[in-house]
């Protein structure tokens, strides 16, 4: 069995059926933390962004301060936090467990996954 090459932001894989590589994005998932104007949970925002470190390597997480972000805050229509957004998009209001935040991510990404169309035979020449 053919093994796939990792390309910068690609992954081609070996379909020996059609005799072709095809590319696929495989762009990391970004989780940002966005702590609470009132300071609620804070401890909690630590935790669960630390296990998820720990437990999920490959997504970058990023926790931020809501006093310096308060723009987010207001983008999202949130008098005082926190919340989480996975790529940009808010998906939680408030701390999920961890449980949760993962079966979050990876039905996100099994989604975006399945919207990504493969190219055709005539694209890949």
Known sequence: MHEPLSVDKYLCVWRPS???RIQRSTSMTEVTFVTSLQGRQAERVK???ASL???RPEIRVEVLEAE????LLEKFKLKYGPCVLVDGT??????????????????LAK???AKTPEPSPAQTK
């Open 68 to 71: 310096q972000h308060k723009d």
């Open 18 to 20: 059609l005799d072709l």
């Open 111 to 113: 989604a975006a996954q």
């Open 53 to 55: 470190r720990e437990k």
């Open 90 to 107: 808010m998906q939680f209001v408030g701390i999920p467990s961890l449980r949760q935040l993962i079966e979050k991510i990876d039905a």
């Open 47 to 49: 935790g669960i962004s």
